[in-house]
């Protein structure tokens, strides 16, 4: 009866449905923080990982020197010196690439356009590319020496991403700048994997909702729970739909795990997985001592924790709902608390600017909730079939 029960949640057309809206989400929300293609993400995480191959995971003082010497030196490059004579630049007040480059993205499509038509009428495609690598090089060396000056070398309380800190996060800040602070952790790398993981789990939170609203209603509609009222078999009915409905949400939660896995392969998230989260370039300190690996996997299970109590919870109060106006009205919350959760909670995940146990207390309480209201409904209807 129980894979009857998964059958009937897994209909091909629910499943098709399912991964249509899948796709769009993906495409509107999640894929502009996903790197799939070569450029400069992956060009600075493949800087970040040879500074860490070639210092250390955890760079030292003493390593901290070795980098500033071995630091790519500025120099006065061919497209530099067309530059400082091209007029059209010093229109802009450029006068090197890399003054150019840091501020192209404050440029119209036109201005941009004009500009690197002019570079490309005196210099071949791989020049520029060569002087473009050059140019990130310079860019990620330089960002790294300077945030490891102002958050590994100003104090032991000092951080520049944080003001106004009370005493216990304060204490936080001390016991990370003791060694978390010396790791290496690209911040884009960490930038984007909230960026993910925050419209990832309104989206499994979204999921699971979608899996479990439709089969109950289309259930009563069938007016299946009757069965629980007209034999012996039947008194277990209650039983079987919600072993189903959870089975169905735990193996839809591990699929978009495995999503989630994917996307932090592509986005080299894997490659600096041991990395502290609160390593000095990463521009953010949780409350906790974990790595980059550790964060995301927590932040995975307190949002699949939150996406079961959800599941829950929708299973219980549409236990008689026969139109699908009514199952939506009761759902809607739960879209809302997807959101919610997305935006303020899995994003910055667990950041010392938040109360201390944000986090694990809203899902331990949606979970909590879910399981409370299920088993006082399954004690009724026990006490209602003995009746």
């Known amino acids: ?20 809206f899948g796709v769009l989400y993906f495409l509107l929300f999640i894929r502009p923080y996903v790197s799939i293609y070569e450029g400069s993400y992956h060009q600075a ?11 250390g995971d955890f760079i030292s003082p003493a390593e901290y020197e070795r980098m500033k010497a071995d630091a790519p030196k500025k120099g006065v490059s061919e497209i530099d010196r067309m530059i400082g004579e091209n007029a059209l630049f010093q229109s802009y007040g450029f006068h090197t690439f890399q003054e150019f480059n840091n501020a192209e993205e404050s440029l119209t499509r036109e201005e941009d356009t004009a500009l690197w038509m002019e570079i490309y009428d005196v210099f071949s495609a791989k020049e520029v590319s060569e002087e473009f690598t050059r140019s990130i090089e310079r860019n990620v060396y330089d960002m790294y020496l300077d945030t490891y000056q102002s958050e590994a070398q100003s104090g032991a309380d000092a951080t520049s991403y944080y003001e106004n800190l009370d005493e216990e996060q304060r204490k936080r800040v001390v016991s990370r700048n003791e060694r978390e602070v010396f790791g290496v952790l690209p911040p884009l790398v960490i930038g984007d994997n909230f960026e993910v993981l925050q419209f990832w789990a309104a989206f499994v939170i979204i999921s699971v909702v979608f899996l479990v609203l439709p089969y109950m209603v289309q259930e009563n509609r069938n007016r299946m729970t009757m069965l629980q009222y007209s034999s012996r078999k039947g008194r277990n009915y209650y039983l079987y739909q919600l072993t189903a409905c959870l089975l169905s949400a735990f193996i839809l939660i591990a699929a978009e795990f495995l999503f989630y896995m994917l996307t932090a392969k592509l986005n080299r998230v894997i490659d600096f997985w041991n990395a502290p989260a609160a390593s000095f370039a990463s521009g953010y300190i949780g409350w906790f001592p974990w790595s980059l690996g550790t964060m995301s996997m927590m932040n995975v299970l307190f949002c699949a924790m939150t996406a079961v109590g959800a599941g829950l919870i929708l299973f219980a109060v549409t236990r008689y ?46 979970l909590g909730t879910g399981i409370l209201t299920v088993g006082l409904q399954f004690i009724s209807e026990r006490r209602r079939n003995i009746g």
């Open 45 to 55: 995480a493949d800087i970040a990982a040879s500074i860490a191959h070639k210092y």
């Open 321 to 366: 709902c026969r139109n699908y106006i009514t199952a939506i009205a009761w759902a809607l919350p739960l879209v809302i608390l997807a959101g919610c959760y997305g935006a303020f909670l899995a994003y910055h995940f667990m950041e010392i600017t938040r109360w201390k146990y944000l986090v694990p207390a809203a899902a331990v309480l949606v």
């Open 1 to 20: 009866m129980l894979l009857e029960e998964m059958r009937k949640i897994w209909s091909w057309k629910k499943c098709l449905c399912l991964l249509a």
